[in-house]
């Protein structure tokens, strides 16, 4: 692999010697500090030296007096951050949409909640909130109070007819068959074949993030869990390994495993969900009728280990809350053992069915170039040639110490990402009968204090639909002062504006569930 | 006079009720094949096993509100459906169903290219009902539905004139009583080629894409609600029974079967049940065994694939029957 | 559309498929079978109850208020607001609250789901 052993920190220092302060081992690998627009040259810098330089997430934050914009990078083996900040009476930015593309979700939402303005974005409005927030009020700083907040109703809007007779813009949702959540998106066709989409997200917006600052750590865990109903337990997992960052805890090794355990099983049914959900759009539903039928003994063994179906409620700060008994280790291997027999089945159809070849081969093709520049993360990543996974490039938990390939493939259409997951399925049932086989014995809890001292940490996993991102800042307190969360789908929806465009209206079903998404995700 | 054997066949049997009645019992065989293929159960508690489920489902359809866009056409919004529907149990009436058809004299020479006809005036007021919604979905489905029957029906008429052919005469009831043997083993190629085109007619997978719910949310069913969609739903059932029975006449001798005692209206009957489920079954497999194809595959399919076929097909009959079959049979 | 050398599965698979038994759990005729450490409705053991009130204050969803009973200070749980974390059993120091697996909790009376506390609530109430 060419630029795997670039030392980015180097480049960075050789380049901008004097103009920026590096502190290694904060936020990552390390954390840049500049000022003045100096955040741009270092991007510049970075995106030269390693082309799979791409913008992980923005946190804004609000510190009193100026407001915070943290830029969060990940290059082939580094995760830095870059700090910037701006005052509250005067919050101007340069963008870097010009320099990574994969940048402008992000660049929107800040603006959105916290009011930072990013001068030269190509497309500034309204991301996450409604048309009827009021004007000047951002919901993310200190002062703004959830419960105080008026809506008015926007005024009225002459709708803009487009100037080609033959140009007709279709709306896909909110509500529609096609999405299981609500989202909007504009879909300009010309004949049966699209021009342009535009999406408007924001339906599903709970207001998370603002959320987790009025309730304690301990309660928190179960809030971010239900940020998404499909991945709870890495939500809950990223959340409880970034505090005990902050904490700096050791968690047994015993435990260690059992979250890996419980992480692999949520991916199973996530990729088992989505392989059926894919034939439903195309018209295929015996195939998800019969995915859907092997899903279930995996919810009944999540059931068997956490006590729930769909919250397995099991990580806490300083480890899990409960054991695996050894009594249900038979159950949990015939089952697998069940499933792992089934897939050559399911990767014949994929192989042989025609009528699922014309629908799935070589649509919405993402080429790899497009991939590196648009940042995105997990399978859609994966099938288009880049390798990215949380995983294998900075392993969390036991996953240093338990073997698994890493599936790329290279068409990069709707095909190849479900291929990826196909596979991933296999890996899962590998990696959980592994972990199962080597378990440590000794405690699965630690205990950990209620009050986090002051601080900051960033974490990031894989959850089965990418790389998933969160940034803790605690001030001693029980409260934590600020969670940033970004989930996958937020990073893979630029992908979808971009291969949804010169294809048939009627493979848009097929090409957005192919990206998996989750909404509840997006929004928060 | 009034002729109460003739009233008695009209409305009850073979008629308008037993017409009715056999679409909901295939709705509902097809339902449990396509649940049982899926692993699962099907309709199962309206009734033993689920038998008055569909009955159950139009009468819930008909005690819901009846909204009608402001926009809509009124007349042709209304009306669309109930005549869609009406046509295609008229055209099914010309079936010989018990031995012979429901207006014992209305076979003529001729007849087959009729009911095909009145397809095509059943299909186009479907597309009519959905163009007449003002809605994108409601247009989009439509213009769907017309270029695929229209594309489909030059397939399906060259493909019907082969037993036809074979038989000698363009009347159904000609042709369904002089099967000796089945035009099936005479015409295998053909019987194939007439259920594929026939899919596409009915509009079922692989060629469901008017129906495609998540891409057109409902087609031309869109703003249909209450009385309305029921009479829709019961206008698309009562068409695949018709394509089913056609089916069954051109290709698998008609009601005709072994007398075995009693009555023979009562076992033509029966055969004519029972070879109707089988088509039934048949095409409920293809549908569930395979993905929707898009709008430009089907298009490209017919045009490409069906329709030459269909002309070679007529020709290897053509040849068969005027060379070999007086040989051998 | 050129043909394969091999053809699909599904084909013989959707013929077999019409043999054998579904895969569907006929409830509420057929219940399903619960492992023993379900999370279901909280069972509530008022002796071992010292009224310290940590369950009140630990609960994510804000679903138990501490209310005078009998001149002490005992928890009221709301299970219409409760998210079944089981977080208080986990709390509580004195192991007060344990699980069942009642999980039929469904009632068109909103005011079945308050569950009041006196001597000994049992799953089902």
């Not at chain 2, 009468?59 to 869609?84: G, S, W």
């Amino acid at each position: 692999m060419p630029n795997s052993n670039i030392d980015i920190i180097n480049v960075i220092e050789s380049k901008l010697k004097d103009k920026v302060q590096i502190q290694l081992g904060q936020l990552g690998k390390a954390a840049i500090v500049t000022n003045d627009g100096l955040h741009r040259d270092v991007l510049k810098a970075m995106v030269e030296a390693d082309e799979k330089t791409a913008v992980s997430a923005i946190t804004g934050l609000d510190l009193g007096a100026n407001l915070g914009v943290l830029y969060h990078i990940r290059t082939s083996n580094a995760f830095l951050t870059i700090r910037a900040e701006v005052p509250k009476d005067n919050p101007k930015i340069q963008t870097i949409t010009d320099i990574i593309p994969g940048a402008v979700f992000h660049e929107l939402e800040v603006a959105d909640l916290l009011g930072v303005v990013f001068e030269g974005h190509p497309s500034p409005g309204h991301f996450v909130l409604s048309e009827y927030w009021p004007q000047g009020v951002y919901p993310l700083r200190k002062d703004v109070k959830a419960n105080e907040i008026k809506l008015n109703p926007p005024p009225p809007e002459e709708a803009k007819q487009p100037e080609d007779e033959k140009v007709v813009k279709i709306i896909i949702g909110p509500q529609h068959p096609a999405l299981l959540e609500p989202e909007k998106f504009a879909v300009t066709v010309d004949g049966e074949t699209v021009t342009k989409v535009e999406p408007r997200i924001g339906y599903v917006h709970r207001g998370i993030e603002k959320a987790t600052e009025s309730r304690t750590y301990l309660q928190d865990v179960y809030l971010v869990e239900r940020i998404c109903g499909i991945c709870n337990s890495i939500h809950a997992c990223s959340f409880v390994e970034t505090v005990e960052k902050i904490l700096k805890t050791d968690v047994p090794p015993r435990a260690k495993y059992l979250r890996v355990v419980a992480l692999e099983l949520n991916r199973l049914h996530s990729h088992l969900l989505t392989l059926g959900h894919a034939g439903l759009e195309i018209g295929y539903e015996t195939l998800f009728q019969y995915f859907w039928r092997d899903r279930e003994p995996i919810m009944d063994l999540i059931e068997l280990t956490s006590g729930n179906r769909v919250y397995s409620s099991l990580m806490t700060v300083g480890g899990v809350r409960r054991d695996l008994k050894d009594s249900d280790i038979p159950k949990i291997k015939a089952t697998l053992e069940d499933l792992r027999n089934k897939l050559p089945f399911y990767r014949q159809v994929y192989e042989d069915e025609p009528s699922l070849k014309m629908r799935m081969r070589n649509v919405g093709i993402l080429k790899r170039e497009d991939a590196l520049k648009l940042c995105v993360v997990g399978p859609v990543a994966r099938g288009s040639g880049v390798d990215i996974d949380v995983r294998k490039d900075e392993p969390y938990e036991a996953y240093g110490e338990i073997p698994f390939k890493e599936i790329v493939y290279t068409a990069g259409d709707t095909w190849s990402r479900m291929n990826v997951r196909m596979d991933e399925v296999e890996e899962s049932i590998n990696i959980i009968e592994y972990a199962i086989d080597h378990l440590p014995t000794g405690p699965f809890r630690v205990k950990a204090p209620r009050v986090v001292p002051a601080g900051e940490a960033v974490n990031r996993v894989e959850a089965p639909r990418g790389e998933l991102f969160y940034y803790v800042k605690s001030n001693g307190t029980v409260f934590p002062d600020r969670v940033k969360v970004r989930t996958p789908t937020f990073a893979n929806i630029p992908a979808f504006l971009k291969t949804a465009i010169g294809e048939n209206i009627a493979d848009i079903p097929p090409n957005f569930v192919s990206l998996d998404p989750c909404f509840s995700c997006t929004d928060r | 006079m009034i002729d109460f054997d003739l009233i008695f066949r009209i409305l009850v049997f073979p008629g308008f009720t037993f017409i009715l009645l056999l679409t909901l019992f295939c709705d509902w065989v097809e339902r449990k094949i396509e649940a049982r293929i899926q692993n699962r159960v099907g309709p199962m508690v309206a009734g033993p096993a689920g038998i008055l489920q569909p009955l159950a489902d139009f009468i819930k359809l008909l005690t819901k509100e009846d909204i009608e866009p402001r926009d809509a056409k009124k007349t042709v919004f209304k009306f669309a459906p109930l005549l869609a529907f009406t046509i295609m149990v008229f055209a099914t009436c010309f079936l010989p169903i018990d031995g012979s058809s429901v207006l014992s004299v209305s076979g003529f020479n001729g007849d087959l290219i009729v009911i095909l006809a009145f397809v095509t005036i059943a299909n186009f007021l479907l597309f009519l009902s959905g163009w007449a919604s003002c809605n994108p979905y409601g247009a989009i489905g439509s213009a769907r539905v017309l270029t695929q029957f229209l594309g489909y029906d030059i397939p399906l008429f060259l493909l019907a004139l082969t037993p036809a052919f074979i038989a000698g005469s363009l009347s159904i009831a000609v042709i369904a009583s002089s099967q000796v043997i089945p035009f099936i083993i005479l015409a295998p190629w053909a019987f194939v080629l007439f259920i594929i085109t026939m899919q596409a007619e009915l509009e079922k997978d692989p060629f469901d894409i008017p129906h495609a719910d998540s891409e057109v949310v409902g087609g031309l069913e869109t703003e249909y609600t209450g009385g309305k969609l029921a009479f829709l739903h019961l206008t698309r059932d009562v068409q695949i029974v018709f394509g089913s029975a056609l089916v069954v006449e051109l290709f698998l001798g008609g009601p005709y079967g072994p007398v075995l005692f009693g009555f023979s209206v009562f076992w033509y009957s029966l055969w004519f049940v029972l070879k109707l489920l089988a088509v039934v079954i048949i095409t409920e497999y293809i549908t569930t065994v395979f993905a929707r194809l898009r709008i430009d595959q089907v298009l490209s399919a017919n045009w490409k694939i069906i329709l030459p076929a269909a002309v070679l097909s007529l020709m290897l009959t053509v040849a068969l029957v005027t060379w070999i079959y007086p040989m051998v049979v | 559309m050129a043909k394969k050398s091999r053809v699909s599965p599904m084909f013989k698979r959707a013929v077999s498929h019409i043999f054998t038994k579904p895969a569907t759990t006929k409830y509420p005729f057929v219940k399903p079978q619960l492992p023993d450490d379900f999370r279901g409705q909280q069972v509530y053991d008022i002796k071992l109850c010292i009224s310290c009130g940590l369950c009140s204050r630990d609960c994510p969803a804000k679903a138990i208020e501490m209310v005078e009973v009998e001149g002490k200070r005992r928890p009221q749980f709301k299970l219409d607001q409760c998210i079944f974390c089981y977080q208080c059993a986990e709390s509580c120091p004195r192991n007060a609250i344990k699980s069942s697996v009642f999980y039929e909790l469904a009632t068109t009376d909103k005011s079945s789901l308050v569950i009041k506390p006196h001597a000994s609530v049992q799953k089902g109430e």
